[in-house]
């Protein structure tokens, strides 16, 4: 059974930090791309980060740049996000989220509230 379980949400002040994880279980890790999204209410979901299981190359969103910071232990099956200079406008569900060209899996996703 595939899963992908994050964690590490809660509620932070502005200029805080978090760390979510995602632990991946049931596919072939190193074959995926393992992106980050999140959903405010009311606006679409976006891509914050990914990064390649294969090589580690990285891609943030512009909004993220200098703030957030992707990485992943192969060994664990497991992505991070760590997120510093938190923002009143991070406050979103973030998603974790494994894909390739021919499929792709999402998590239940965890709750990133920043207060001002």
């Known amino acids: 059974e595939v899963q992908l379980v994050e964690s590490g949400g809660g509620l932070a002040q502005a200029g805080g930090s978090l760390r979510l994880s995602c632990a991946a279980s049931?596919?072939?890790?190193?074959?995926?791309?393992i992106g980050w999204f999140r959903q405010a209410p009311g606006k679409e979901r976006e891509g914050v980060s990914a990064?390649?299981?294969?090589?580690?190359?990285?891609y943030y969103a512009n909004s993220v740049k200098g703030r957030f910071t992707i990485s992943s232990d192969n060994a664990k099956n497991t992505v991070y996000l760590q997120m510093n200079s938190l923002k009143p406008e991070d406050t979103a569900v973030y998603y974790c989220?494994?894909?390739?060209?021919?499929?792709?899996?999402w998590g239940q996703g965890t709750q990133v509230t920043v207060s001002s």
């Open positions: 989220n494994a894909f390739t060209p021919l499929r792709q899996y």
């Open positions: 049931g596919f072939t890790f190193d074959d995926y791309v």
């Open positions: 990064i390649s299981s294969s090589d580690g190359s990285t």
